[in-house]
């Protein structure tokens, strides 16, 4: 399955970002210090994919195996290199629920890093720019 995402500029900073084959839409926003962001910068947006596909991971595990579970919270952190090129670095997530994994903990955790989002960040891929 082929996924895709456009950005289309607006107006100042904001972008209008439409993902397919959902046709979901948000706005992504450079963001000021002196106004009120309309959207997640990019930095913010890539932390939040990564940390929203650990969650459907972890929802996906959790109702497989017939773990109940109230909590499910998913927090992920990164800071920015501060050497050329310019990057996100040092990237730490942590999963937090009250599902009784038991002996299971290793397993879910493995199936957690599995998400495609991870795999992305974490193996190399090629990515080609182009301009038309």
Same mark, same amino acid.
């Given at each position: ?16 970002? *439409?993902?397919?084959?959902? $046709? ?12 009120? !962001?309309?959207? !997640?910068?990019?930095? $913010? ?7 929203? %596909? ?22 992920? *952190? ?6 050329? !090129? ?6 730490? *997530? $942590?999963?937090? *629920? ?16 599995? %998400? !495609?989002?991870h795999n992305t960040?974490?193996? $190399? ?8």
């Amino acid at each position: 399955m082929q996924v895709k995402a456009i950005s289309n500029y607006q107006q100042e900073d904001v972008f209008a970002i *439409t993902g397919y084959p959902s $046709e979901s839409k948000l706005n992504i926003d450079k963001g000021k210090d002196d106004c009120q !962001p309309i959207g !997640p910068n990019p930095l $913010e947006l890539l932390l939040s994919s990564l940390s929203g %596909c650990i969650s459907v991971y972890a929802k996906k595990y959790l109702a497989k195996h017939k773990i109940e579970f109230k909590n499910l919270l998913v927090s992920s *952190t990164a800071k920015l290199s501060q050497d050329s !090129p310019l990057r996100l670095v040092d990237f730490n *997530t $942590e999963v937090e *629920t009250d599902a009784d994994l038991g002996q299971k903990r290793k397993i879910f955790l493995k199936f957690i890093q599995s %998400c !495609p989002i991870h795999n992305t960040i974490t193996k $190399e891929s090629n990515i080609n720019i182009s301009l038309k």
